[in-house]
T-cell receptor, first 112, second 114 residues
Framework: GNSVTQMEGPVTLSEEAFLTINCTYT??????LFWYVQYPGEGLQLLLK?????DKGSNKGFEATYRKETTSFHLEKGSVQVSDSAVYFC???????????FGTGTSLTVIP | DTAVSQTPKYLVTQMGNDKSIKCEQN?????MYWYKQDSKKFLKIMFS???????INETVPNRFSPKSPDKAHLNLHINSLELGDSAVYFC?????????????FGDGTRLSIL
């Protein structure tokens, strides 16, 4: 079956530090992979996506590369800001396209 | 011109009451979802509808009943509310059958049971 495993938080970093949030997946077929961000008091927003192996999704300084050989989609940012404090969710879309599988979320706090 | 809108944003009510949450999307999507998010931010799928037909019905108490009058609306009715129902409920939509298309979420309904 399909599933997503995300590193547990919470993660606390100083401003301008490097961020990695690990995500690995199990899937049948060829899923699409997503990172969502949830700011306090808000819904989930799409941060970036990748739809096939070796694709790199990027947005707002965040990047993630779809690695089929390691079944991973790790989120990275070179220099985090206080405004990046949020909960980050890794997700995959199954081959059928109408079922999504979310990780458990990783809470990130960036301190000045 | 909000893409996925839920009402109400906050819902505070007594145990045992019946309440409804409404959701509408103006994205032209054919698939809509309800999720429950607990205090630890864990997101659990509850239901999914495609073109008004139920396609996902996870292990959810019978007290929860979704209704989709058309493909742009998916409402959630909850009977006999219990303390454990306190959570944030999110509605989402996507273009079903297109695995590369993401889900779009509403801002959530914060349900508190007294």
């Amino acid at each position: 079956g399909n599933s997503v495993t995300q590193m547990e938080g919470p993660v606390t970093l100083s401003e301008e530090a490097f961020l990695t949030i690990n995500c690995t997946y199990t899937a049948t077929g060829y899923p699409s992979l997503f990172w969502y961000v949830q700011y306090p008091g808000e819904g989930l927003q799409l941060l970036l996506k990748a739809t096939k192996a070796d694709d790199k999704g990027s947005n707002k300084g965040f990047e993630a590369t779809y690695r089929k050989e390691t079944t991973s989609f790790h989120l990275e940012k070179g220099s985090v800001q206080v405004s990046d404090s949020a909960v980050y969710f890794c997700a995959l879309s199954g081959t059928a396209g109408n079922q999504f599988y979310f990780g458990t979320g990783t809470s990130l706090t960036v301190i000045p | 011109d909000t893409a996925v809108s839920q009402t109400p944003k906050y819902l505070v009510t007594q145990m045992g009451n019946d309440k409804s949450i409404k959701c509408e999307q103006n994205l032209g999507h054919d698939t809509m979802y309800w999720y429950k998010q607990d205090s630890k931010k864990f997101l659990k799928i509850m239901f999914s509808y495609n073109n008004k037909e139920l396609i996902i019905n996870e292990t959810v108490p019978n007290r929860f009943s979704p209704k989709s009058p058309d493909k742009a609306h998916l409402n959630l009715h909850i009977n006999s509310l219990e303390l454990g129902d306190s959570a944030v409920y999110f509605c989402a939509s996507s273009q079903g059958g297109a695995r590369s298309q993401p889900q779009h979420f509403g801002d959530g309904t914060r349900l508190s049971i007294l």
